[in-house]
């Protein structure tokens, strides 16, 4: 079981404040956070594309080389690459240049976003969104597969004898997951290749995110990858700690009150109880977090939100240190006495390169 952190990137004044971060600050901001995770024992830190105010990720390969320089263990991420509006050649190109860079410690999570505009930026239809999502995909699947791909679709120029450089670390492409909030035809494809599938399990209740697991294991194993109980299955969540129940909710109310998603929605206390929002003490994190696996079934990996609403850097880095301290240990321990046999580990590069070299096929 994998246990991390990602942000959107937000530039969001603190509570009470007209003026957001320089764009500056927010950059290095969320390099100390992914930082201060590998410090606290967290697997994994992953950070949001975004190419519109108030949002400063708008490269996250570039986020992520400056954090691999300065890591040595967490694996990098995202938690969202746009792989409608991103081409697919310059996706395998960078995240394999990060890859060997990063000895290896990095996945994707690729996504359509949320952001209509973008489509036009980039010079697409977002009419178009899901056909570009699952043609880009199988452009890129084969550009880390192949050496030499011929290539004709609906939505690029054609390629013909085409190379992308560098090649994959170990000849082992960086591990895949496809997000999803709301569509199903993206469980299909994560299961039809049969990669992971993140649900991203924040701001909706969790019914609505169990069909979609629930969908992309059935066809994982529709597929032959293997029985559904071992299809990679990624979840998001938000939390914000105080050793002390009611002051984590006096504390986080402004945050709450401050998020743009939340604004004019229902009160704190019904989104805690409808959503996977957890504020309140480590203990109340493990016990909600735990009963995910009641409503999901065993997963491999496990991300928070901890910097929403304005938060300081300091706060941020306070609640990675919970996190780290108090929660993880404690998740660790009892997922792993939980899980049934047969349920694979979250995906490393060193654990699928071994595969290769033995002749399998990297998960």
Not at 1 to 11: E, N, R
Not at 142 to 152: A, P
Request: aromatic share 10%.
């Amino acid at each position: 079981m994998q246990f991390g952190i990602f942000t959107v990137g937000d530039l969001t004044p603190e509570p009470g404040s007209k003026t957001p971060p320089t764009e500056q600050a927010r950059l290095k901001a969320t390099a100390a956070m992914a930082v201060r995770a590998e410090q606290a024992g967290l697997d994994v830190f992953a950070t949001g594309e975004h190419h519109n105010p108030p949002f400063v990720s708008s490269s996250p390969t570039t986020l992520l080389g400056y954090v691999a320089a300065r890591t040595e263990r967490i694996i990098l991420s995202t938690s969202t690459t746009l792989i409608t509006t991103n081409d697919p050649v310059k996706i395998a190109e960078d995240f394999a240049v990060l890859q060997h860079l990063a000895d290896g410690r990095v996945d994707l999570m690729l996504g359509r976003g949320n952001t209509g505009p973008v489509y036009p930026w980039f010079g697409k239809d977002i009419r178009q969104g899901i056909p570009l999502a699952v043609e880009n995909y199988a452009l890129l699947h084969r550009l880390w597969r192949e050496e030499n791909v011929d290539w004709q679709g609906r939505f690029r120029t054609p390629l013909q004898g085409f190379t992308s450089v560098p090649r994959p670390l170990d000849g082992v492409p960086p591990f895949v997951w496809h997000g999803s909030i709301r569509s199903p035809e993206i469980a299909e494809q994560a299961a039809f290749y049969g990669d992971g599938f993140f649900a991203n399990h924040i701001f909706w209740p969790k019914g609505h995110f169990q069909r979609l697991v629930e969908l992309y294991r059935t066809r994982y194993a529709h597929y032959g990858h293997g029985t559904p109980e071992q299809a990679y299955v990624g979840l998001g969540g938000q939390v914000y700690l105080h050793r002390n129940s009611q002051e984590a909710v006096r504390r986080y109310r402004p945050y709450f009150d401050n998020f743009g998603i939340y604004q004019g929605g229902p009160p704190l206390e019904e989104v805690m109880e409808e959503t996977p929002l957890t504020v309140g003490s480590p203990q109340q994190v493990i016990d909600k977090t735990l009963s995910f696996a009641e409503t999901f079934g065993d997963y491999q990996r496990q991300l928070f939100l901890v910097d929403s609403g304005g938060m300081s850097l300091s706060e941020a880095l306070e609640q990675i240190d919970l996190l780290g301290e108090e929660v993880l240990p404690v998740l660790r321990k009892e997922f792993a006495n939980r899980r049934a046999a047969g349920v694979p580990d979250g995906p490393t590069h060193a654990a699928r390169a071994a595969q290769a070299s033995e002749g399998g096929v990297p998960a």
